[in-house]
């Protein structure tokens, strides 16, 4: 079992940058890839960025070179640094961790934290 809490939410203007944190019980990242994804108001929950390995990344279009993934294995924390944000990054973000070796297909990330919400006004 995953227990996933998400923190570093709040309001910013576009342009500016935002650091979210994503907590993790257990030993995450030897067993399992981790995520973040999102969701705005009356849209799907959409992928982020997923990492595995702590080195393997890959990138949603709409973000790639403006966020970055990180994660500290012995505090057992995934990080989602966001520079240039935009309006259209407003959503609630979640964190999310599949098993190791498979796909990065939504129905495989069992565990999910509960959200923080990131506001970008214009």
């Excluded at 969701?39 to 070179?65: L, N």
């Excluded at 240039?84 to 979640?94: I, M, Q, R, S």
């Amino acid at each position: 079992q995953v227990h996933l809490v998400e923190s570093g939410g709040g309001l910013v203007q576009a342009g500016g940058s935002l650091r979210l944190s994503c907590a993790a019980s257990g030993r995450t990242f030897s067993s399992y890839a981790m995520a973040w994804f999102r969701q705005a108001p009356g849209k799907e929950r959409e992928f982020v960025v997923d990492m595995s390995w702590s080195t393997d990344t890959y990138y949603a279009d709409s973000v790639r070179g403006r966020f970055t993934i990180s994660g500290d294995n012995a505090k057992n924390m995934v990080y989602l640094q966001m520079n240039n944000l935009k309006p259209e990054d407003t959503a609630v973000y979640y964190c999310a961790a599949r098993p190791l070796f498979t796909a990065r297909a939504m129905d495989n990330y069992k565990f999910w934290g509960q959200g923080t919400q990131v506001t970008v006004s214009s």
